[in-house]
């Protein structure tokens, strides 16, 4: 049975309850598998064909909330700022975000002098009370509306969340200071009372709650808000990172630039950059060279140089000259466009230990509502003080609000996905922080990923003695050989030529050639009979070659006699003996993994500090020893780039793949390193630990703080308008906590 997967937005949810109700009846229907994120306010829905969305949507609806497909990125003009104004503030101005920012607004004003009336007895004349409960009840009524409204939807559904607990909470202490004013001693001319930390024990009918039912409406909508900027906070960076793309692009019509959107734009178009203007789409310079700034994609500071034939990425910057680019991906192909999808997927998913969270949030309100019931009347037993009783039983509801157990992952997770997509790094999923914790060895491919994977000459050797002819030198042999490897299109011959050029210039041009499948070629240079390969090609013409055969080494024979060998290799990138030693420090033990020769594979690993290399590998074999390594209780991360590595990124406990490298690679791995620098890999593990520790840390303070702040406050030792202050700001605090990832270095 085939699944389709549907991404919904949904409206109405205000605290992690919510989303998990949301997810529990989306769970319900057949065959369908759903995770709500509480803070992106997104489902991720995977449903059989028979099931549509608008099913999904009906049951969304029934649960009391909003649902609908996500509309597509807008893209108008940017707003054009008033002089001394925030632009960014201009641009991301939020309906929502205005609307509770007026309710605070207004709650604050109105609810301050009804605090210290209540709370300074030097203020409060003789009749203080009833301009207290003119400037409270609308605090109570309007700024707190949108609890009410969402209380009273859930209980039409016969669910409790947060909401239900902070309105029965305001309403209850507003109720009470109503019937003590109106029918009891509370509203008589000269009465006093003071507030304290913890409960009071007075009489009854001569104690009102007004400065309760307004600070809590107030503190709550204040911790709603700044948690609502937080969360637009949290996840700026992918919003930033769909920003990235170019609106328009001159394409080359008839030899003329026409201007369209980039929309428009099709593979194989050509198209014009010009210096400050932003790459449209993934492509091949055809004209021109320039140097193009990819910070705000990869996160490398320094412009990469690029003439005609070498790539370029969509949303990287043309610093310099004019250059004309082949259109190679467009649309949801190109490398800007998956990254947001990842990071995106990312921000999406759950970690294990949320899904504790979100089960604990789901049978919490209920419990909190119990619990307060209990407070109520454990109070009424044991004192008969009802006073007292009430002041606990409000105190337990508004201390419970689960909020900072629904943020606790949520924000850390996008916080840390979106630095990582502006330093290079793409998180697949939340389950991946969970590996990289345990990870204790790393595997590196050789190819690609500790070298460039591209050849280069590195050493030429002209014979003596009985084997030169007195004659050769260093410059005569890549004279004669360059000339004839130029005519050879293999990665060897190129490199010996690139090599030879740059070390003595202009090479001749050969009279004949003649390309050997597998050994080698020879030809006529400069009036020589000139042969280049492989012992085995010079043994055939007859020519005699000293020593043993050496992986890497090409040798060079005219006129019958051998003159010298060249050394030929993929260098290693300059970065990754650094990056190794980050990964020893990380404690992590690396090992080198390679089809090469086992000479080959120990000079590199030396090279940049390797101890243990598994050479000579076949592709389909490297699988077997990921699997062997994890057989012998290793965590095993592997770092790879080409399509032969992708079974083994697979098979690891967690895949790194260059962004470099092979679409298979990238879809195989659980981490993508956008740049090809393998220090990335070490700052890509070091993010995803810290990200794991930032959710772990919120977990505990949110847990601890509900598990430590219910006793206190059944036991009377708090005030509910200190618990209303405390539960507003231990959500601001999980969420503070997770920004503190933005300044990841």
Not at 103 to 124: D, E, Y
Not at 248 to 265: F, K, M, S
């Given at each position: 049975?085939?699944?389709?997967?549907?991404?919904?937005?949904?409206?109405?949810?205000?605290?992690?309850?919510?989303?998990?109700?949301?997810?529990?009846?989306?769970?319900?229907?057949?065959?369908?598998?759903?995770?709500?994120?509480?803070?992106?306010?997104?489902?991720?829905?995977?449903?059989?064909?028979?099931?549509?969305?608008?099913?999904?949507?009906?049951?969304?609806?029934?649960?009391?909330?909003?649902?609908?497909?996500?509309?597509?990125?807008?893209?108008?003009?940017?707003?054009?700022?008033?002089?001394?104004?925030?632009?960014?503030?201009?641009?991301?101005?939020?309906?929502?975000?205005?609307?509770?920012?007026?309710?605070?607004?207004?709650?604050?004003?109105?609810?301050?002098?009804?605090?210290?009336?209540?709370?300074?007895?030097?203020?409060?004349?003789?009749?203080?009370?009833?301009?207290?409960?003119?400037?409270?009840?609308?605090?109570?009524?309007?700024?707190?509306?949108?609890?009410?409204?969402?209380?009273?939807?859930?209980?039409?559904?016969?669910?409790?969340?947060?909401?239900?607990?902070?309105?029965?909470?305001?309403?209850?202490?507003?109720?009470?200071?109503?019937?003590?004013?109106?029918?009891?001693?509370?509203?008589?001319?000269?009465?006093?009372?003071?507030?304290?930390?913890?409960?009071?024990?007075?009489?009854?009918?001569?104690?009102?709650?007004?400065?309760?039912?307004?600070?809590?409406?107030?503190?709550?909508?204040?911790?709603?808000?700044?948690?609502?900027?937080?969360?637009?906070?949290?996840?700026?960076?992918?919003?930033?990172?769909?920003?990235?793309?170019?609106?328009?692009?001159?394409?080359?019509?008839?030899?003329?630039?026409?201007?369209?959107?980039?929309?428009?734009?099709?593979?194989?178009?050509?198209?014009?950059?010009?210096?400050?203007?932003?790459?449209?789409?993934?492509?091949?310079?055809?004209?021109?060279?320039?140097?193009?700034?990819?910070?705000?994609?990869?996160?490398?500071?320094?412009?990469?140089?690029?003439?005609?034939?070498?790539?370029?990425?969509?949303?990287?910057?043309?610093?310099?000259?004019?250059?004309?680019?082949?259109?190679?991906?467009?649309?949801?192909?190109?490398?800007?466009?998956?990254?947001?999808?990842?990071?995106?997927?990312?921000?999406?998913?759950?970690?294990?230990?949320?899904?504790?969270?979100?089960?604990?949030?789901?049978?919490?309100?209920?419990?909190?509502?119990?619990?307060?019931?209990?407070?109520?009347?454990?109070?009424?037993?044991?004192?008969?003080?009802?006073?007292?009783?009430?002041?606990?039983?409000?105190?337990?509801?508004?201390?419970?609000?689960?909020?900072?157990?629904?943020?606790?992952?949520?924000?850390?997770?996008?916080?840390?996905?979106?630095?990582?997509?502006?330093?290079?790094?793409l998180i697949k999923g939340p389950e991946v922080l969970e590996s990289t914790r345990r990870v204790d060895t790393v595997v590196l491919d050789k190819t690609g990923t500790v070298t460039t994977g591209r050849m280069e000459l590195v050493g030429v050797h002209v014979y003596g003695g009985a084997y030169g002819t007195g004659r050769a030198d260093e410059t005569?042999?890549?004279?004669?050989?360059?000339?004839?490897?130029?005519?050879?299109?293999?990665?060897?011959?190129?490199?010996?030529?690139?090599?030879?050029?740059?070390?003595?210039?202009?090479?001749?041009?050969?009279?004949?050639?003649?390309?050997?499948?597998?050994?080698?070629?020879?030809?006529?240079?400069?009036?020589?009979?000139?042969?280049?390969?492989?012992?085995?090609?010079?043994?055939?013409?007859?020519?005699?070659?000293?020593?043993?055969?050496?992986?890497?080494?090409?040798?060079?024979?005219?006129?019958?006699?051998?003159?010298?060998?060249?050394?030929?290799?993929?260098?290693?990138?300059?970065?990754?003996?650094?990056?190794?030693?980050?990964?020893?420090?990380?404690?992590?033990?690396?090992?080198?993994?390679?089809?090469?020769?086992?000479?080959?594979?120990?000079?590199?690993?030396?090279?940049?500090?390797?101890?243990?290399?598994?050479?000579?590998?076949?592709?389909?074999?490297?699988?077997?020893?990921?699997?062997?390594?994890?057989?012998?209780?290793?965590?095993?991360?592997?770092?790879?780039?080409?399509?032969?590595?992708?079974?083994?990124?697979?098979?690891?406990?967690?895949?790194?793949?260059?962004?470099?490298?092979?679409?298979?690679?990238?879809?195989?791995?659980?981490?993508?390193?956008?740049?090809?620098?393998?220090?990335?890999?070490?700052?890509?593990?070091?993010?995803?630990?810290?990200?794991?520790?930032?959710?772990?840390?919120?977990?505990?303070?949110?847990?601890?703080?509900?598990?430590?702040?219910?006793?206190?406050?059944?036991?009377?030792?708090?005030?509910?308008?200190?618990?209303?202050?405390?539960?507003?700001?231990?959500?601001?605090?999980?969420?503070?906590?997770?920004?503190?990832?933005?300044?990841?270095?």
């Amino acid at each position: 049975m085939t699944s389709t997967i549907t991404e919904l937005t949904i409206g109405g949810m205000t605290c992690a309850s919510c989303a998990a109700r949301v997810e529990k009846k989306l769970n319900r229907m057949d065959g369908v598998t759903a995770t709500v994120n509480y803070a992106t306010e997104k489902a991720r829905v995977e449903h059989p064909a028979e099931v549509t969305v608008g099913d999904l949507i009906a049951t969304v609806v029934r649960t009391g909330y909003t649902a609908e497909e996500p509309a597509p990125e807008p893209e108008p003009e940017e707003p054009r700022p008033q002089e001394g104004t925030d632009p960014a503030a201009v641009r991301d101005e939020d309906p929502e975000l205005a609307s509770l920012r007026q309710r605070l607004t207004v709650s604050a004003v109105l609810a301050l002098p009804v605090v210290l009336l209540a709370m300074v007895p030097a203020l409060q004349f003789e009749h203080w009370q009833w301009l207290s409960l003119t400037l409270a009840a609308p605090v109570a009524v309007w700024g707190g509306l949108p609890f009410h409204r969402a209380a009273w939807t859930n209980l039409r559904h016969g669910a409790a969340t947060m909401d239900t607990l902070v309105s029965v909470g305001a309403l209850a202490a507003f109720g009470w200071s109503l019937w003590a004013l109106f029918l009891g001693d509370a509203g008589m001319p000269g009465m006093r009372h003071d507030v304290g930390l913890t409960v009071a024990r007075e009489h009854a009918a001569g104690t009102i709650y007004l400065e309760v039912a307004a600070g809590v409406v107030t503190f709550i909508l204040l911790g709603r808000y700044l948690e609502a900027r937080a969360k637009r906070k949290a996840g700026a960076a992918l919003h930033a990172l769909l920003r990235l793309g170019a609106k328009d692009v001159a394409v080359l019509r008839d030899g003329a630039e026409v201007r369209i959107p980039v929309a428009a734009l099709a593979v194989g178009d050509r198209f014009v950059v010009r210096p400050g203007e932003k790459i449209a789409t993934d492509g091949t310079v055809t004209e021109g060279a320039s140097a193009v700034d990819a910070s705000l994609l990869t996160g490398e500071s320094l412009p990469v140089d690029v003439t005609p034939g070498d790539p370029v990425t969509g949303g990287c910057v043309n610093t310099s000259g004019r250059l004309v680019v082949q259109a190679g991906r467009v649309g949801a192909d190109t490398q800007l466009a998956r990254m947001a999808r990842l990071v995106e997927d990312a921000q999406n998913g759950k970690a294990e230990v949320q899904r504790l969270a979100d089960r604990i949030s789901a049978v919490f309100v209920p419990v909190v509502l119990l619990v307060a019931l209990g407070t109520l009347v454990g109070w009424l037993l044991l004192t008969s003080d009802i006073t007292a009783a009430f002041t606990a039983a409000v105190a337990v509801l508004i201390i419970a609000c689960p909020c900072a157990l629904g943020l606790a992952t949520p924000t850390a997770l996008m916080v840390g996905t979106g630095r990582g997509a502006q330093l290079g790094i793409l998180i697949k999923g939340p389950e991946v922080l969970e590996s990289t914790r345990r990870v204790d060895t790393v595997v590196l491919d050789k190819t690609g990923t500790v070298t460039t994977g591209r050849m280069e000459l590195v050493g030429v050797h002209v014979y003596g003695g009985a084997y030169g002819t007195g004659r050769a030198d260093e410059t005569e042999l890549l004279r004669l050989a360059g000339a004839l490897e130029h005519s050879s299109e293999h990665p060897v011959a190129r490199a010996v030529a690139a090599g030879a050029a740059a070390r003595v210039g202009e090479l001749p041009v050969p009279k004949s050639f003649e390309n050997v499948p597998g050994l080698g070629v020879r030809g006529s240079v400069d009036g020589h009979l000139v042969v280049v390969g492989r012992a085995a090609l010079l043994a055939a013409e007859g020519i005699e070659v000293p020593g043993e055969p050496r992986p890497g080494v090409v040798h060079v024979a005219w006129d019958g006699r051998a003159r010298g060998t060249l050394t030929v290799a993929d260098s290693v990138k300059e970065t990754s003996a650094e990056a190794v030693a980050r990964l020893r420090a990380l404690g992590m033990r690396p090992v080198l993994l390679t089809g090469d020769g086992r000479a080959v594979a120990e000079e590199v690993a030396a090279e940049v500090g390797i101890d243990e290399v598994i050479a000579e590998v076949l592709p389909q074999e490297k699988v077997d020893v990921i699997r062997r390594l994890r057989a012998e209780g290793r965590t095993v991360a592997m770092v790879g780039d080409g399509v032969n590595d992708a079974a083994a990124l697979a098979a690891a406990d967690l895949g790194l793949a260059m962004g470099t490298g092979t679409d298979a690679a990238i879809e195989a791995s659980d981490l993508t390193l956008v740049r090809g620098d393998l220090r990335v890999a070490a700052d890509a593990i070091r993010l995803a630990r810290r990200t794991l520790a930032t959710i772990k840390g919120n977990l505990g303070w949110a847990f601890g703080y509900n598990v430590a702040a219910l006793p206190l406050a059944a036991a009377g030792l708090l005030n509910p308008m200190i618990a209303g202050l405390a539960m507003a700001f231990s959500s601001v605090f999980v969420v503070t906590n997770s920004l503190r990832l933005r300044r990841f270095r």
